[in-house]
């Protein structure tokens, strides 16, 4: 498994996750993850320690946050459990800047706005969430980057406000625009066309900004990957 370091400082490191990498463990993943990659990145050892800083970074081996496996882009590491610790602080009171893109099916209007609904896992589909009154709230907003009108599909930035599973995957499917090769929220027509040309959905993580408990500011972008770039390009008539 190849993991590209985009970004980095003294308390932080910033990855390229590439599609089909899960980011944590779990008994069911049989395959390398992105926190065995940082485990063994970082150095993690196990302690003695039961201070509630160094188990909980013992436990996630750094990790910050999660990106779906299919989601490519821009993953926060920290490299010390108090910078972990200041981390996921700040994705609690949303002073992390999260912002992605995604290619989407239809033409997206109005060119900007801002859905909020809440999500709760779907019953009849543990894989699946879905809009639900009895959910967790979660609010997206969105500002279309460019139509598509020949293929009629829309390339969408989207920044989370919240971070919920799935949560721009849904909203995104709920508001009409489902993301391209989707294979959780796309209608199987679509889908089996979609996967013709891009193997995972495309739903790409282009930029995390976090100001760390010193003050410093890590802010780190990340381009398309080259199949998504590609498919941009062929979509366009390049």
């Known amino acids: 498994m190849e993991i590209k370091v985009i970004g980095e400082n003294h308390n932080y490191l910033v990855i390229s996750k590439p599609a089909g990498v899960v980011v944590n463990r779990a008994e069911s993943v049989g395959t390398e993850t992105v926190q065995d990659w940082s485990e063994k990145t970082l150095k993690i050892e196990n302690s003695k320690s039961q201070n509630v800083d160094d188990v909980l970074f013992r436990k996630r081996s750094g990790i910050c946050h999660r990106l779906d496996k299919e989601t490519t882009g821009c993953l926060l590491i920290?490299?010390?459990?108090?910078?972990?610790?200041?981390?996921?602080?700040?994705?609690?009171?949303?002073?992390?800047?999260?912002?992605?893109?995604?290619?989407?099916?239809?033409?997206?209007?109005?060119?900007?706005?801002?859905?909020?609904?809440?999500?709760?896992?779907?019953?009849?589909?543990?894989?699946?969430?879905?809009?639900?009154?009895?959910?967790?709230?979660?609010?997206?907003?969105?500002?279309?980057?460019?139509?598509?009108?020949?293929?009629?599909?829309?390339?969408?930035?989207l920044f989370p406000k919240t971070g919920r599973t799935h949560q721009i995957r849904v909203h995104l499917s709920h508001l009409g625009y489902p993301i391209w090769s989707d294979e959780r929220y796309l209608r199987k027509d679509y889908l089996s066309s979609d996967r013709e040309l891009l193997d995972h959905h495309f739903l790409h993580a282009c930029r995390i900004s976090l100001v760390g408990q010193d003050g410093v500011l890590l802010d780190v972008t990340c381009g398309l990957t080259e199949d998504e770039a590609k498919l941009i390009s062929l979509i366009r008539g390049e």
Do not use: C, Q
């Open 78 to 157: 920290a490299k010390n459990p108090s910078a972990l610790s200041w981390a996921l602080k700040s994705f609690a009171n949303r002073t992390v800047l999260k912002e992605y893109l995604a290619l989407v099916h239809g033409k997206m209007e109005p060119t900007k706005g801002r859905v909020k609904l809440p999500l709760s896992r779907d019953k009849r589909d543990r894989e699946k969430f879905e809009i639900h009154y009895g959910g967790k709230i979660a609010e997206t907003e969105w500002l279309v980057e460019k139509y598509f009108e020949n293929k009629k599909v829309s390339l969408v930035r």
